[in-house]
């Protein structure tokens, strides 16, 4: 436990660097390049997939290029591959050769091409290398072209294919295997609560003081990301610590308590479906009223979006994210902070999949502005906000790290800009990914979460 | 000029015949489109799908609403000029047969300025196709295509809205038979798909409360 402390307590440690490999080995490993025999399935797959949404934006295109200056790879390489518009046109060359009338007779003169092992290579390296799915392009593209729907299905056609990047493989395997993609075990979760709650007991001077484990009938049922009992406890103790000050009923199940799910990053909608199928159970066996969200980006919008799209059906309870209950207990008056325990400059990072494909943009705002002396705004904000270069599973892509890092660029220029000591976000992939960038940019700032900062600024009654 | 029988016949019958055939492959294209799955979230939604779609929609009229033609103001200020001289041209096409309108009317004068302008804007978005390697690497055949034919189209417009010459007539007649039959199958008919990518980000991110928020932070 001193380890995790020490871990926990140096949040620009990236746990990139210090997770170890996961407890659950996969059977069988992605394969390392595609094979002729795949391309007709992958085309199956995108006769499946094609639904309106995927149809207008692969037809809409102008190829205008307004989205170009709108993807950190290429604003901060400006390499032109890197252009969203070449690389949904990859699938979409497909389409063209595929669907498109004219595409059919004479598939150069629109840009049509047959689906091969060449342009699937190519597919692989662009769309899981070179895009983090954070739509950022869409929120600047005059045709309202959705390219997270064709990353999505593209993705899908190679994952199927089990041509996907290892890291990835292994975090949804570890998953599927264990009920949480690090493998954590129900006895190393009650363990690690158990030391939150004496932690907590001594810091609030309450014995009494619990984190309440499987209790039926709570009204909200905290879900965390296993980045949390494994490498972050204090983020555990942080929210603790709040929910307790407002006097709030929540439970934690120590089965299905993982908030993410990475199958999101693949567009394996059936094994999306089986975790979310989990979440929505254990919530429901205890009687929860609401799913809190952890700070978890893709967790939030997997399990407040798209979960009941995967499910076909709205669950039996209501979905909040941690953000969303913070600025709610601020605007109510449940509970009181004192923004001079966060005296020093705080910008804020909007994670893409809780801003962009999530709704969540102006409660961070809220809650900042009540917790932290002085909040400034990077350069472009809200769903205008570039990804850090840590969204779309990037962070279990070892091979594609090297990019990673240097398409982060544009997001380092603007963190330096504003002269904020603290980099303030509401995911653990943004939080690692701006630790790395932190170090790689030498910018001398902290990573912290919303509910760390809105901890320190507790003031307990 | 109206006493050409044959003019007469390419600017009535085969405009007609080329506007139906037009109008078919675009129903065709749309009942393809409708009998695709739709989408829409099951979640409890925390914004306003109908709203997201108006803004949505009215965002081609909103050129500061997003990032990419707010710094670009030009490319923006562009495009409506392009696409006003398009619809003026194409207007030309059915107010000189109905005789509505003549070549030297104070309002072919003024379609002819629109002309003009769009022909200069055609050319420099073809210059910028090729020249950027950022737009030349996404660009296909078709794409060089559209835009050359309607500068064409534009030249066209403006010998025979200047000039009122038969020939001019004809060719500007011709090409537009041409432009009616081809553009359904080009990017030009982007205009067909355009209102239904807006109405589909519209419903999706005004029902997540990214577009057309809430007032209330959260609901």
């Known amino acids: ?461 | 000029m109206m006493e050409d029988g044959g003019l007469r016949f390419l600017m009535e019958e085969v405009q007609y015949m080329a506007l139906s055939f037009m109008g078919l492959v675009y129903l065709a294209k749309v009942i393809w489109f409708l009998k695709k799955p739709t989408v829409r979230d099951k979640a409890h939604l925390k914004g306003d799908p109908a709203k997201g779609a108006v803004v949505s929609l009215a965002n081609i009229f909103m050129p500061w609403a997003m990032e990419s033609t707010r710094t670009h103001w030009y490319f923006y200020l562009e495009f409506a000029l392009f696409h006003l001289a398009v619809a003026l041209t194409i207007l030309t096409t059915f107010l000189i047969p109905f005789g509505v309108m003549e070549p030297g009317d104070p309002f072919s004068k003024v379609v002819v300025v629109a002309m003009a302008v769009g022909f200069v804007v055609g050319v420099r978005r073809l210059l910028r196709r090729i020249t950027k390697p950022e737009i030349r690497l996404i660009s296909s055949p078709d794409d060089y295509f559209s835009l050359a034919l309607l500068d064409i189209f534009f030249l066209s417009g403006i010998w025979a809205l200047g000039t009122g010459e038969r020939t001019a007539m004809w060719v500007f007649f011709i090409l537009t038979t041409f432009f009616l039959v081809y553009v359904p199958f080009s990017k030009i008919s982007h205009y067909i798909t355009y209102p239904f990518a807006r109405w589909y980000y519209g419903v999706n991110f005004g029902g997540r409360g990214v577009i057309a928020r809430p007032s209330r932070a959260f609901r």
């Open chain 1, 1 to 461: 436990m001193q380890d995790k402390m020490a871990v926990a307590k140096d949040m620009e440690i990236s746990q990139a660097s210090i997770a170890p490999k996961p407890e659950v080995a996969p059977k069988e490993g992605p394969k390392p390049a595609f094979e002729p025999q795949d391309i007709p399935k992958m085309l199956e797959i995108l006769d499946q997939r094609m639904n309106r949404l995927l149809a207008s934006s692969l037809a809409a295109c102008v190829h205008c290029g307004l989205c170009t200056e709108a993807c950190h790879y290429y604003a901060s390489t400006k390499n032109p591959e890197f252009a969203p518009a070449y690389k949904a046109d990859l699938l979409r060359k497909v389409y063209k050769k595929r669907y498109d009338w004219l595409g059919r007779i004479f598939p150069r003169w629109v840009g049509g091409r047959d689906l091969d092992v060449e342009l699937a290579e190519k597919m692989y390296d662009l769309i899981f290398g070179a895009c983090t799915v954070c739509r950022r392009c869409s929120f600047n593209c005059p045709m309202g072209v959705d390219y997270a729907s064709i990353m999505s299905t593209a993705r899908y056609m190679m994952a199927a294919m089990n041509r996907l990047p290892e890291g990835l493989k292994a975090t949804i395997d570890v998953h599927l295997q264990t009920g949480n993609n690090m493998g954590i075990t129900e006895e190393e979760l009650i363990e690690t609560i158990q030391w939150i709650e004496e932690e907590l007991q001594a810091e609030l001077e309450d014995p009494t003081f619990r984190i309440p484990l499987n209790e039926k009938g709570a009204k909200y049922f905290l879900t965390m990301n296993p980045r949390e009992p494994k490498y972050y406890p204090l983020t555990i103790q942080a929210e603790a610590k709040i929910l307790h000050a407002a006097k709030e009923s929540y439970t934690i199940s120590t089965k299905f308590w993982d908030a993410t799910n990475y199958c999101l990053f693949t567009g394996d909608v059936a094994n999306a479906r089986k975790i979310a199928q989990w979440q929505a159970e254990d919530v429901e066996r205890l009687g929860c009223e609401y799913l809190l969200a952890a700070e978890c980006g893709h967790g939030y919008r997997s399990i407040r979006w798209e979960a009941a799209n995967w499910l076909g059906r709205q669950p039996k309870f209501k979905v909040i994210g941690f953000q969303e209950l913070l600025a709610q207990y601020i605007q109510e008056g449940r509970i009181k902070l004192d923004p001079s325990k966060n005296p020093h400059r705080v910008t804020y990072h909007d994670p893409c999949n809780a801003a962009k494909s999530g709704g969540i943009l102006e409660e961070p705002r809220i809650v900042l502005r009540a917790a932290v002396e002085d909040f400034v705004e990077l350069r472009h904000n809200r769903q205008y906000s570039y990804c850090c270069g840590g969204g779309g599973g990037a962070l279990t892509m070892t091979e594609f790290a090297k990019r990673r890092l240097e398409a982060a660029k544009v997001k380092a220029e603007e963190i330096a800009e504003t002269g904020a000591k603290i980099v303030a976000t509401s995911c653990h992939n943004c939080v690692d990914q701006l630790a790395e960038i932190n170090r790689h940019y030498k910018l001398g700032v902290e990573v912290k979460l919303l509910c760390e900062l809105v901890a320190d600024a507790l003031v307990m009654e």
